[in-house]
């Protein structure tokens, strides 16, 4: 790995040529590819008396936080209905047109994930039948710190709504140049939803209000939750782990990263304001840019030094691109895919030949991006999937939002007493090589031990 002190500002540069794609493994690659530091850790030790402080103190402690952290001193946090319905009569049309056509899209696509009730019959006279509920009440954070994001709204409460959430509340960080209260564009989307409960709060204290709750002289403010989704900061992933048992949690997202797998087909103007596009995200985003062929980075470089200048928020794009971004070379595709599984980055695109066929070996990434005209923005905003993905390496493990953290399985058994006593014997066999004797009486009692035939027999 060598560093480029020119004019490049993707200063990483690694070359894995020569190398077997089965050695290119996460252990092998560790440290090699760039990604910003997010100390969960440390920030748990920070969260953990602000949640539990929340705990004992309710709004009290609710209103203190954000005093202190957003410079904004609220009696209340709910947001009036009539605030709420205002910011929608003021939004730009054009602003609310691409709103609603998100949504429609958003819709399609989470309706389209839900699960269809499943039954089956294990043995004559036994039916199981698998159930999805959703929770009753979920907690949706939209995050307020560079950008105001009212995407966000509409990929946390459109899966909600699709999976049968009764109740959706959501909290965003009060804005000193709106009268502290959320983004008006966060309270307009919310109106386009129907969600009439939103929460002029952010960070740690928002998720412990979701999952303690709060009163307001005497009443519910915010009822606590089953389920809390939605991005933050460092200090939000970090209050999504202190909190997670008490409440459910979609992932621990944090900054957003892009993965790119182009060989000599793609178009280095793509290329670069694709990295540009997710770097000016955040300073601290990753961009990751892997290519077969040798000449793309140069090409790249020319590009980003175009592109750039033109761009607004050019400085945050410059430190995230100088702080972790880089280029790999590798000598094919088989390796590049083995690189990036190895890195499972949050986006990723595939600008090659026979890009479906390249995606369709991919095993790590929160979302895939197809062929040239597949980039990442659209899965900001208008694709329909959903942009709250799993980030860190995440992704080996962890699913983007969708239904699923909405909704609960529940198994429903039903059996006969011929059933049961068939498969009684076996029962007794598994409950004794447990010493847990009572499970056994449990079923004698109810068909006792006398000639009953064996199941199978």
């Known amino acids: 790995?060598?560093?480029?002190?020119?004019?490049?500002?993707?200063?990483?540069?690694?070359?894995?040529?020569?190398?077997?794609?089965a050695g290119?493994?996460?252990?092998?690659?560790?440290?090699?590819?760039?990604?910003?530091?997010?100390?969960?850790?440390?920030?748990?030790?920070?969260?953990?008396?602000?949640?539990?402080?929340?705990?004992?103190?309710?709004?009290?402690?609710?209103?203190?936080?954000?005093?202190?952290?957003?410079?904004?001193?609220?009696?209340?946090?709910?947001?009036?209905?009539?605030?709420?319905?205002?910011?929608?009569?003021a939004i730009?049309?054009?602003?609310?047109?691409?709103?609603?056509?998100?949504?429609?899209?958003?819709r399609v696509v989470h309706e389209a994930q839900l699960p269809d009730r499943r039954d089956s019959a294990p043995a004559d006279g036994l039916t199981v039948s698998t159930r999805f509920i959703p929770v009753e009440r979920a907690g949706v954070y939209v995050p307020g710190g560079l950008v105001a994001y009212p995407s966000s709204v509409v990929m946390n409460v459109v899966p909600a709504q699709a999976a049968g959430v009764g109740s959706i509340a959501v909290a965003s960080p009060p804005q000193?140049?709106?009268?502290g209260l959320p983004h008006p564009a966060v309270l307009a989307a919310c109106a386009l939803l129907g969600v009439t409960e939103v929460h002029a709060v952010?960070?740690?204290?928002?998720?412990?209000?979701?999952?303690?709750?709060?009163?307001?002289?005497?009443?519910?403010?915010?009822?606590?939750?089953?389920?809390?989704?939605?991005?933050?900061?460092?200090?939000?992933?970090?209050?999504?782990?202190?909190?997670?048992?008490?409440?459910?949690?979609d992932g621990e997202n944090g900054p957003t990263e892009i993965g790119i797998i182009a060989d000599h087909t793609a178009d280095p103007a793509h290329l670069a304001a694709d990295l540009i596009g997710q770097a000016e995200h955040d300073e601290l985003?990753?961009?990751?840019?892997?290519?077969?062929?040798?000449?793309?980075?140069?090409?790249?470089?020319a590009e980003l030094a175009r592109q750039i200048p033109l761009t607004k928020h050019r400085d945050r794009v410059l430190a995230a691109l100088r702080g972790q971004a880089g280029y790999v070379l590798v000598d094919d595709i088989a390796?590049?895919?083995?690189?990036?599984?190895?890195?499972?980055?949050?986006?990723?695109?595939?600008?090659t030949d026979d890009a479906a066929k390249v995606a369709s070996a991919i095993r790590n990434a929160g979302a895939i991006f197809v062929g040239p005209y597949s980039p990442v923005s659209l899965g900001d905003y208008l694709a329909g999937s959903n942009h709250?993905?799993?980030?860190?390496?995440?992704?080996?493990?962890?699913?983007?939002?969708?239904?699923?953290?909405?909704?609960?399985?529940?198994?429903?058994?039903?059996?006969?007493?011929?059933?049961?006593?068939?498969?009684?014997?076996r029962v007794d066999a598994i409950g004794g090589a447990e010493d847990l004797l009572a499970h056994v009486a449990a079923v004698r009692a109810r068909v006792p031990n006398d000639s009953v035939p064996r199941e199978g027999q």
């Not at 602000?50 to 009290?60: F, K, N, P, S």
């Not at 000193?176 to 009268?179: D, H």
């Not at 239904?403 to 498969?423: G, H, K």
């Open 1 to 21: 790995m060598t560093s480029d002190n020119g004019a490049s500002p993707v200063t990483t540069r690694i070359d894995l040529r020569g190398r077997d794609a």
């Open 24 to 89: 290119l493994t996460r252990q092998s690659l560790d440290g090699l590819l760039p990604r910003a530091a997010l100390d969960v850790d440390r920030a748990v030790d920070l969260v953990k008396p602000i949640t539990q402080d929340v705990r004992l103190r309710g709004g009290a402690a609710v209103r203190e936080y954000t005093r202190r952290f957003d410079g904004v001193d609220l009696v209340r946090t709910r947001v009036s209905a009539e605030v709420i319905s205002g910011a929608l009569s």
């Open 92 to 106: 730009d049309p054009a602003v609310r047109d691409a709103l609603e056509e998100a949504i429609r899209r958003a």
């Open 176 to 179: 000193q140049e709106f009268g």
């Open 202 to 249: 952010g960070g740690a204290q928002a998720l412990a209000m979701f999952a303690y709750g709060t009163d307001f002289e005497g009443a519910v403010e915010c009822a606590p939750v089953d389920v809390i989704t939605g991005p933050g900061n460092v200090y939000v992933a970090a209050a999504k782990r202190v909190l997670q048992g008490i409440v459910g949690i």
């Open 285 to 301: 985003a990753a961009c990751l840019l892997i290519t077969t062929d040798p000449g793309t980075p140069a090409k790249v470089d």
């Open 335 to 351: 390796a590049a895919r083995k690189v990036s599984d190895a890195w499972a980055p949050e986006h990723l695109e595939i600008q």
């Open 388 to 425: 709250v993905l799993p980030t860190g390496g995440t992704a080996r493990h962890t699913s983007g939002l969708s239904v699923y953290p909405y909704l609960r399985v529940v198994n429903v058994i039903e059996c006969d007493r011929d059933s049961l006593a068939a498969v009684a014997p």
